[in-house]
């Protein structure tokens, strides 16, 4: 087996860089002529995709007739779609039965996958169906009949091509496509809001809006992200959505019931600039739900830089909280506040010894960014040069932090 097949095959991206550094032939194929970049679309292997497109041609056609893009879109590969067109992958090149990129998503849109796994395979039983979790956190379902297996990111994809073919679906179109999926947390959620945002229409924002007082939790989270995400995006120098939003997401934040809504909601007011955002996140921090602690302490930053006591002490309180996800943000969040502000490095230093690795580096890390050499042991165990860590760019800041002082 060529090399670079063999890394393709094992998910080895290290391996799949060191060859192609090395000379490696990028459009090596396997034994029945499949291009090492369409066996990573085959697999779902962004990282791998990621490291071939630069070397590959992108609109070599496989065996079957379809380029690597219609092959992410036909296996309904939402992020690998994506980084294919963001690579400069053809809209135009059309499979074997004459469908480009927008006619293949939409067919599978308008298609029961588990109806089509069946067809194609020619099997009756089961289909197999589990959720997978991209690297931007976004989900989607995994089904398997036999030998096929696609994910459900098809109606994604097609909100996501519309845009370049001209097409602009209704706001009420793309609400009904996101709703069809009832977990929030589904690609679909992020594609239909993150097409709204990309309008720039005032008419969005008073159609999202219109949403906080419908009984349907999941009109309401819609509603709400439309307008988190318009605001978090909103590269105005004006700001001219940050009033607005803060107006209205602190009266709902107070009285919404639904814990998805109300993640939302405090990551809406986390991200404003208008100081009155602040207000909620402290009471925040202490909300049943996980994400919307996490969220809340991510929002105190600022306050925790200029020293608010009541934003300090919530910070201090969640660097004990059941959730490592919390403990970790709030020893970012905490980080932020001066060197002699009362009580933050030492709530750092208490979690030295946190259960969770991830809130042992994160403190050790910050404390070091401030000086304070009592978590050196917990860095000494790491490999700074791993760029596949996940401490990696927080080693790198590190580094220069010191480099820097000398």
């Known amino acids: ?108 849109h308008e298609t029961d996958a588990n109806a089509e796994l069946r067809r194609r395979s020619g099997q009756l039983g089961p289909v197999e169906c589990g959720t997978v979790r991209s690297g931007s956190g976004t989900t989607c379902e995994e089904l398997s009949l036999g030998a096929l297996t696609v994910r459900t990111g098809h109606t994604a994809i097609l909100t996501a091509l519309e845009p370049r073919y001209g097409i602009t679906p209704s706001f009420d179109e793309l609400l009904s496509r996101a709703l069809a999926e009832p977990d929030v947390d589904h690609e679909v959620w992020w594609a239909t809001t993150s097409a709204l945002q990309q309008r720039h229409d005032p008419a969005v924002w008073d159609a999202a809006a219109a949403l906080r007082d ?33 107006d209205m997401f602190l009266p709902w934040v107070a009285e919404e019931p639904d814990p998805r809504v109300t993640r939302v909601l405090t990551a809406g007011l986390a991200d404003a600039q208008d100081l009155r955002a602040e207000a909620p996140l402290p009471a925040l921090t202490r909300h049943v739900d996980g994400k919307v602690r996490q969220w809340a302490v991510s929002g105190l930053r600022r306050a925790a830089q200029a020293e608010r006591p009541g934003a300090l002490a919530a910070l201090v309180e969640r660097t004990e909280d059941e959730e490592a996800a919390v403990r970790q943000a709030a020893c970012t969040a905490l980080a932020s506040a001066p060197s002699h502000a009362e009580g933050a490095s030492e709530a750092l230093a208490a979690c030295l010894t946190d259960a969770d690795q991830g809130v042992r580096v994160e403190a050790a890390a910050r404390l070091a960014l401030r000086g304070d050499p009592r978590g050196d042991e917990v860095l000494r165990g790491l490999d700074a040069t791993d760029e596949d860590s996940p401490y990696y760019w927080l080693l790198c800041d590190v580094h220069r932090y010191r480099t820097s002082v000398g």
């Open 214 to 246: 419908r009984a349907d939790p999941l009109l309401r989270y819609f509603g709400a992200e439309v307008l988190r995400v318009i605001n978090l995006f909103d590269e105005s120098d004006e700001l001219r959505f940050d009033a607005p939003l803060v």
């Open 1 to 108: 087996m060529e090399p670079l097949i063999a890394a393709v095959r094992s998910g080895d991206a290290r391996a799949v860089y060191a060859l192609l550094e090395a000379g490696a032939d990028p459009e090596t194929a396997d034994e029945f002529g499949t291009s090492a970049l369409c066996l990573a679309v085959d697999a779902f292997d962004l990282r791998i995709v990621e490291a071939l497109v630069a070397w590959s041609r992108l609109d070599r056609a496989a065996a079957d007739g379809r380029t690597p893009l219609l092959r992410a879109i036909d296996r309904g590969a939402f992020d690998i779609t994506d980084a294919l067109i963001l690579h400069g992958a053809a809209l135009w090149a059309t499979d074997s039965e004459g469908l480009d990129a927008l006619a293949l998503a939409r067919h599978w």
